[in-house]
T-cell receptor
Framework: NAGVMQNPRHLVRRRGQEARLRCSPMKGHSHVYWYRQLPEEGLKFMVYLQKENIIDESGMPKERFSAEFPKEGPSILRIQQVVRGDSAAYFCASSPLAGQATGELFFGEGSRLTVL | QQQVKQSPQSLIVQKGGISIINCAYENTAFDYFPWYQQFPGKGPALLIA?????SEKKEGRFTISFNKSAKQFSLHIMDSQPGDSATYFC?????????????FGKGTHLIIQP
């Protein structure tokens, strides 16, 4: 029973390049959340998606960041024209129901982005 | 605006002692309060959670105490062990209608000395 799978685990990009982070939720889960974790900081909510729908993107920066969760395949967090401040660990979490119905989220091991 | 304040930032406890981490929240509409444990290089894992209709919840060596009037909740780890050394995050959520997931505290680095 695989948990939340994220890849790549580590990604290095130069300033101006694009970063794509992928997340496959737990089997049977159709709700996906993305969080960003900076050193010595907690996890900051970015976006909440269901299949083919963005439910809440209030935590997502207005520019350069986008997320999708297609009908088939993993959820993808895309960061265009990366800057050094984008360096962080990005965590995906999934829930079998709307997370807001139970509150319980299951996290992946994260993708650590380093921007040179 | 930080909606969940966590303290202390770091904590060192002797093996066998009691580790206590505190959190305070602002939004009185929050109705779910979990604690997550995170080891280096790993994702957070749910440890224990409480809802505001009870004042205490215990699971093994881990206990959550909840004070609704003070808008505070705390994690107590009894008989702390070196394997408990990790970063602990408190969180709060508005379930049943809200869509912004969990709001996390900044975390507490816990070190249990053998």
């Amino acid at each position: 029973n695989a948990g939340v799978m994220q890849n790549p685990r580590h990604l290095v990009r130069r300033r101006g390049q694009e970063a794509r982070l992928r997340c496959s939720p737990m089997k049977g889960h159709s709700h996906v959340y993305w969080y960003r974790q900076l050193p010595e900081e907690g996890l900051k909510f970015m976006v909440y998606l269901q299949k083919e729908n963005i439910i809440d993107e209030s935590g997502m920066p207005k520019e350069r960041f986008s997320a999708e969760f297609p009908k088939e395949g993993p959820s993808i967090l895309r960061i265009q024209q990366v800057v050094r401040g984008d360096s962080a660990a990005y965590f995906c979490a999934s829930s079998p129901l709307a997370g807001q119905a139970t509150g319980e989220l299951f996290f992946g091991e994260g993708s650590r982005l380093t921007v040179l | 605006q930080q909606q969940v304040k966590q303290s202390p930032q770091s904590l060192i406890v002797q093996k066998g002692g009691i580790s206590i981490i505190n959190c305070a929240y602002e939004n009185t509409a929050f109705d779910y309060f979990p604690w997550y444990q995170q080891f280096p290089g790993k994702g957070p894992a749910l440890l224990i959670a409480i809802r505001p209709d009870v004042s205490e919840k215990k699971e093994g060596r881990f206990t959550i105490s909840f004070n609704k009037s003070a808008k505070q909740f705390s994690l107590h780890i009894m008989d702390s062990q070196p394997g408990d050394s990790a970063t602990y995050f408190c969180a709060a959520a508005l379930t049943g209608g809200g869509a912004d997931g969990l709001t996390f505290g900044k975390g507490t680095h816990l070190i249990i000395q053998p």
